[in-house]
């Protein structure tokens, strides 16, 4: 059963019959190439038995099924992917039925070459190939109808769901055209610069066409991978132990089976599972468990305390050679050359994802074959590494893409599919496997932790000369995609040290640098990954420089961005924020930041309780540049989200470990803000150049230097460690 079944976004399953087209509709095949802006197209014919590959399938009673090749994790690509096909397609949105495409390489990203949702890079990805994809179906279509006319094609235009003839008023719809029409032996060609419809003559993109799995969310309808079910499943909690690298050393794993319902505690890497009948049977064994750890890779005396210190004086240590992730010129000449200069350091916390949404998987195995039913943003790597785990072949792992509940970088990750089905090959039965959320904690893959350093010349009026920014921590590379990845990588390691430059200040000298830390714990991709903390470094001294100077924050940024999408962000932003306004016990700070090629400018206003030491955010406005917006309101939204991830991460959110263990187990000592916390957000598109960039994260990286830089109007302090706690907070106000 389809985890989309009773509502508009159900699971695509078409026989080869239907596939080839018959009389009944149209159906059409598109592989993407190698490159979003050449794309190619393949005849149907030469699809295998059972093998969907078609994006857009037409009925004769004018129904239009698009296929959507991305999980839907709350960011909209159910609605927004679907939609680009339709505006090329020129469909009647209200006959248009969106499906979950199968897990398949027909559907990779141009990019990921897989079926990946990470980096905001959706749209961005299938942007040119789903165009393509609408206008080739809509191609078709005309020639069809040209030939039953006795028209030339060029003669004929559409209108949505109808292809019309002005000269004789003749019509037909699009049902009429599919219930005659046959598949062509190859796909027209298209070619995306000239035969692509200009954004002046969108009729749904650009408009807040309502999201089609929303009204299933609201009413509960909508299946998770929770929610999964399979006949005669067993139930596990997933048991790792607390450090990377440790495992199990000894356990009352005995004990634990003669519990009423508990069928098996099996052995998997770094823990154990213990399998029951019930869910209730399962949680008691967990909350009976006795179990001595082996020591991590950290050892059992790592403390994240003590060890930020050693990575602030790697930082510090110029002869410790870091990795250059983004240079510009000579920084280290013009810095040593420099009439003055500034240093300033920068440290944060792990994070943990809180995605509400624990970490599941239902797996069945049965002999060298496995169905996977789970809430995944790499059904891909899924199927590759759920077959390695079990001894067999991608081609033999089903997929089943449900909803995601939260994904945010922690369902990049596909542990819990290849733990669930090594339990489910060891008992025989399909097996739904499920962290507690104690578990889900002390195991998670965190933002890393990480101490930053940035050095600043200028010369003997003021200017900036140059600039270096060296970030030290665990790379996270390797971690998330493999060995192998960061040497491939030439050792730079995107999802640790992005944001680490800026592009849109006027900087002749600059370089950014990763200081390697031992990898040595669990990380992964965060929301917004490296410019959550890299862009509060880089935005609180630029907000310092400003102040160094005697100049308004905004002003100051006007002076030194040249780019005229930065600078219109920068003057949207103070006037959404009235910056000059004087608050009474209240104060406003700004940052810029891009994300790949979206740029935010985000305002936050704050006041403090000085007595507690906490920091209250009663406004935050933004104004953001993605391009071309698809769906204005869905940018907001996500947006929104991102500034809210943003501002938990940067006054509440924080991992500690002590005895080389993570202290936080749940939301009680693991703090992430409240509705009641929450600020009245404002959120305004611009748009500017033709065609959309990225938006998933880029909420995320404005929030933490935004509330810096206000706490600094505020009170004439600065906040260099995340998060701000009121204990942070307290020691600022005193220094």
Known sequence: MSPFDDIAIEKASVSRRRFIGTSSGLAFAFTFGAAASAPSARAQGAAKPGRLNAYVDIAADGRVTIKAPAPEMGQGVLTVLPLIVAEELDADWSKVKVEQSPIHADYHHPIFKAQYVVASLSV?????????????????????????????????????????????????????????????????????????????????????????????????????????????????????????????????????KKIKGVVGVVPVDEGLAIVGATVEAVVKARRNLKVTWKAGLAGDSYDSAKELETYLAHVRDLGRKGEVW???????????????????????????????????????????????????????????????????SPEKITVHQQLLGGGFGRRAFVDTSVYAAVVSKAMGKPVKLMLLREDDVVSGNYRPMTAQKIDVGFDKDGKIVGWRHRVAGEPVADYLYGAGRLKASA???????????????????????????????????????????????????????????????????????????????????????????????????????????????????????????????????????????????????????????????????????????????????????????????????????PNPTHVGELGVPTAAPAVANAFFALTGKRLRHLPFTPARVLEALKA
């Open 124 to 256: 961005f990805g299938y942007w040119t190939p789903l165009r393509v994809a609408g206008a080739q179906a809509r191609r078709v279509l005309i020639d069809a109808a040209a030939e039953r006319w006795k028209v030339p094609a060029e003669e004929l235009t559409t209108e949505p769901g109808v292809v019309v003839h002005e000269k004789s008023k003749r019509r037909m719809s699009y049902g009429q055209i599919a219930a005659f029409a046959k598949a062509p032996a190859s796909l027209p060609k298209i070619d995306p610069a000239k035969d692509l419809k200009p954004a002046a003559k969108y009729r749904l993109l650009g408009k807040d066409v309502p999201r089609v799995d929303v009204a299933a969310k609201s009413s509960g309808a909508a299946r998770y991978g929770i929610d999964a079910s399979a006949p005669g499943m067993l139930h596990a909690a997933l048991v790792l132990a607390p450090a990377r690298g440790g495992g199990v050393a000894a356990s009352n794993a005995d004990d634990l």
């Open 326 to 392: 983004r240079t510009k010129g000579d920084a280290a000449a013009a810095i040593a050359g420099a009439a003055s200069t500034m240093s300033r350091e920068f440290l944060n916390d792990p994070v943990y994802h809180a995605q509400i949404e624990p970490m599941n998987s239902l797996a069945w195995v049965k002999g060298d074959a496995a169905e996977i039913w789970v809430g995944t943003q790499a059904p891909t790597r899924t199927q590759i590494d759920v077959a390695k785990a079990i001894g067999t």
């Open 491 to 689: 050792n730079k390691d995107i999802i640790f040290i992005n944001g680490a430059e800026a592009p849109h200040y006027a900087i002749d000298n600059l370089v950014s640098e990763h200081v390697f830390e031992p990898e040595r714990t669990r990380v992964g991709a965060w929301r917004g990954i490296g410019a959550g903390y890299t862009k509060f470094a880089i935005e609180s001294v630029i907000d310092e420089i400003a102040h160094e100077r005697k100049m308004d924050p905004v002003a100051f940024r006007l002076s030194i961005v040249a780019n005229p999408r930065a600078r219109k962000a920068v003057e949207k932003a103070a006037e959404m924020a009235e910056w000059t306004r004087k608050r009474e016990g209240r104060a406003l700070g700004i940052a810029l930041a891009e994300y790949n090629a979206s740029i935010a400018v985000g305002v936050a206003e704050i006041s403090l309780d000085r007595a507690s030491g906490r920091i209250r955010v009663h406004n935050y406005w933004v104004s953001v540049d993605a391009g071309l917006p698809l769906q204005p309101g869905n940018i907001a939204a996500q947006v929104e989200g991102g500034i809210v991830f943003g501002l938990s991460a940067a006054l509440k959110e924080r991992i500690t470990v002590a005895n080389g263990a993570p202290q936080q187990s749940n939301f009680h000592d693991y703090e992430v803000m409240r509705m009641a916390d929450a600020p009245d957000i404002r959120v305004e598109v611009l748009r500017s150049i």
